[in-house]
């Protein structure tokens, strides 16, 4: 190994290293706060290692704080619940959706295809409000259900798209192999399509639970 490509690779160790640091940093402070005391984090102590160290904030979390009757335990499984049921019916439909994009000529294909990408472009800050008020007056609000059908309806767009970059990769030649043998289409998508995109349905899945379930922490008092 030679002396260039030695240094290149310290180099190239020493810059990761460092990103890991800069990355890690605010999770390592985050901890070191949360086992600190309310005196302890307003002495302006900027160690990272608590002088005294205490799991109060834990059990506060844990225990004391609630809302409406309901503390942190009861806001998590109902979080759990509402994102992995809404994460499962989303990304199901949105790979259908993505397939059909990907490999069919419809009529209309074009128009779905641009109000999907428009999606993108929304926040969904902005509709909150008057979604909201929508559903209180209809008498919808502090439900579930309506919860997890919301979440779909955000997942849905954002995953379809996803998808029909996914699908695009996948070699037409695979499909027609299918067919000769006899296969239906809908075979094809469930024995053939579905299984090469298991990495791709995981991203995807993980991307639409963790949007969730940021929203739902985002709505919390």
Known sequence: MTIKRVASRTGLYVLVSLVSIIIIFPFIIMISYSLRSTQDIFAMDFGLIP???TLAA?????TNYKFSGYG??????NSIW?????????????AMLGYAISRFKFTGKKVLWFMIFLTQTIPWIIILV?????????????????LMLT?????????????VGFFNNIPMEVEEAAKIDG??????????????SLSSISAIALVSFVTGWGISCSLRP
Do not use: D
């Open 51 to 53: 002088k005294h160290p």
């Open 58 to 62: 834990y059990k506060n979390a844990l």
């Open 72 to 77: 942190f335990g009861r806001w998590s499984l």
């Open 82 to 94: 509402v994102c992995g049921i809404a994460t499962f019916i989303a990304i199901f439909f949105s």
């Open 130 to 146: 008057p979604y909201y008020m929508t559903v209180s007056k209809i008498g919808l609000s502090n439900n579930l259900w309506v």
């Open 151 to 163: 979440y779909c309806a955000v997942f849905l767009p954002t995953s379809a798209w996803l998808f």
């Open 183 to 196: 296969c239906s289409q809908w075979g094809i998508f469930f024995r053939i399509i579905i299984p090469l």
